[in-house]
């Protein structure tokens, strides 16, 4: 698995998680008063209406919340 970090502003950071598979995930990390708010979103084609996620005051559990939420709707997809 393989991380890359991409800062766009004081407010917005953009990390890309490459899996190993074909699958990556994006996240976006917006700094706000509370802490942070994360949205994830997968590569796949057929995940792409997909989106998770996440509010914490730390980023790396916001990140972490983003991706959980994410995986919860991606295993709820395959199986309809």
Excluded: N
């Excluded at 700094?31 to 590569?43: N, R």
């Excluded at 995940?47 to 991706?67: C, I, M, P, R, W």
């Amino acid at each position: 698995m393989r991380v890359v970090t991409k800062f766009k502003c004081d407010e917005l950071e953009t990390i890309k998680i490459y899996t190993g598979t074909r699958l990556s995930i994006s996240v976006d990390i917006f700094a706000i008063p509370d802490g942070y708010k994360s949205f994830a979103t997968s590569s796949l084609l057929c995940h792409d209406s997909l989106t998770g996620a996440g509010f914490h005051q730390d980023k790396k559990e916001s990140v972490k919340l983003a991706v959980k939420d994410l995986r919860q709707m991606i295993d709820e997809f395959k199986e309809e």
